[in-house]
């Protein structure tokens, strides 16, 4: 058994290569003046003293990146703000809401039907589920706001989810009025 262990300790330190040196794009990225977050010692050592292997064998001293002009061109980097979700997926997005809180009802209108969120009572009223929804989305959405503009696809994972849930609420409600009685 210690001797498996042993195999299992050397395999996984084999299958993680460890590289000490540099990388092409970090001394390219350091020729043209991007260091962060690296030390002064460390850029040093990457960009100073370069050689090169000429194919006939010689070895050429490159002079200093800062005596070089780059012929680098990156690109330039525009920052592009985020369009605003739309009125439509904003109408959407309330009325799945809306939709959520009908079905729930319908569904829970027969014995054998209950709430399964724990924050709520296992036989909600409506008042309840609309201030639930109201607690969560007037607490979260503003928040969100603050960081960054709420887009369509900020959006439609929730409404997504919640279609889900209408639909499962729709399927449960065609049971229980084959099978339970109204409360």
């Not at 690109?75 to 997926?89: G, N, V």
Request: proline share 7%; with cysteine.
């Amino acid at each position: 058994m210690r001797l498996l262990n042993k195999l299992l300790i050397g395999l996984l330190f084999l299958s993680f290569p460890v590289y000490a040196g540099y990388t092409n794009i970090q001394r390219v990225m350091f020729e043209a003046g991007h260091t962060a977050p690296y030390n002064d010692e460390y850029v040093q050592r990457v960009i100073v003293g370069q050689a090169k292997i000429m194919p006939n064998g010689s070895i050429v001293n490159l002079p200093h990146p800062s005596h070089i002009q780059s012929t680098l061109i990156f690109p330039e980097f525009k920052i592009i703000e985020e369009e605003p979700a739309s009125l439509a997926t904003w109408t959407v997005f309330f009325l799945v809401q809306a939709a959520d809180i009908w079905s729930t009802k319908k569904a829970l209108a027969y014995d054998c039907v209950y709430e399964l969120n724990p924050l709520l009572p296992r036989v909600p009223e409506v008042h309840e589920m609309v201030l639930l929804k109201t607690a969560i989305f007037g607490s979260i959405l503003p928040e969100i706001q603050k960081r960054q503009t709420i887009t369509n696809e900020i959006l439609m994972p929730t409404l997504m989810l919640t279609s889900v849930v209408v639909h499962n609420n729709i399927k449960v409600h065609k049971k229980a009025k084959k099978h339970c009685n109204k409360r």
